[in-house]
């Protein structure tokens, strides 16, 4: 079996999967924590090499504050368990913005924990404006080649994604890592996050097997 090297993961549906449950919307955060883990564990034991979660993004933060209060706490509880895994731990995102869990400061230096067997990236306050702000101050100083500008990116750390896994139905990849996302190839779970299911990822990588991997060529 052919496995993606580097798997994106974005895990919506929280806030449909309480209301369908009979809880306010933002009880469904916290029960995205042990899918988190399980899945991270899952990549782990199928070799994949880097994983990334799609945490809270800077327009998450228009949302009510209440929402935004829990899903800031379900990020901080979710880095913490995964910081007790055998991974090289990154935490992205504006650091310079009051919405940014100041918990979180210690891991945006990657941190290897254990043997840090796979590479762990978790998003936390980003935007992709956000993540491109520098490359798009570096090419107005000056005329820099495409891969000299890469390096600016607050995400340069992060590599190319092969595969996006996408969680309650939405196709859309809500601004993901704009510059890594580009050849990955985008599966998509009708389940909400809360839903989730080993099988789930078993059958990404079964339908990833049928894609045609040209990176354009």
């Known amino acids: 079996m052919r496995i993606p090297n580097h798997i994106g993961i974005i895990p919506d549906g929280n806030r449909r999967w309480a209301e369908q449950n009979g809880l306010s919307k933002e009880q469904g955060y916290e029960k995205g924590l042990y899918p988190g883990l399980k899945l991270f564990r899952l990549c782990k034991e199928v070799g994949v090499k880097e994983v990334t979660f799609y945490g809270f993004t800077q327009d998450n933060t228009k949302r009510p504050s209440v929402q935004v209060q829990a899903f800031q706490k379900a990020c901080v509880d979710a880095v913490k368990i995964l910081a007790q895994e055998d991974a090289d731990l990154l935490v992205i995102g504006n650091t310079e913005s009051p919405m940014f869990p100041k918990e979180l400061l210690p891991y945006t230096q990657r941190t290897k924990i254990g043997k840090g067997r796979i590479k762990l ?23 820099p080649t495409s891969k000299q500008l890469l390096k600016y990116l607050h995400s340069s750390d992060i590599s190319r994604i092969d595969l996006i896994i996408r969680w309650g139905g939405r196709r859309r990849l809500s601004g993901l890592l704009p510059v890594q996302s580009v050849y990955a190839d985008f599966y998509v779970i009708d389940d909400y996050w ?9 059958d990404a990588l079964q339908w990833y097997q049928q894609q045609d991997i040209t990176l354009g060529g």
């Open 194 to 202: 809360p839903d989730f299911k080993e099988q789930h990822f078993y």
């Open 121 to 143: 990236n978790f998003l936390v306050n980003y935007g992709w404006e956000w993540d491109l702000s520098r490359v798009r101050q570096q090419a107005e100083e000056n005329l």
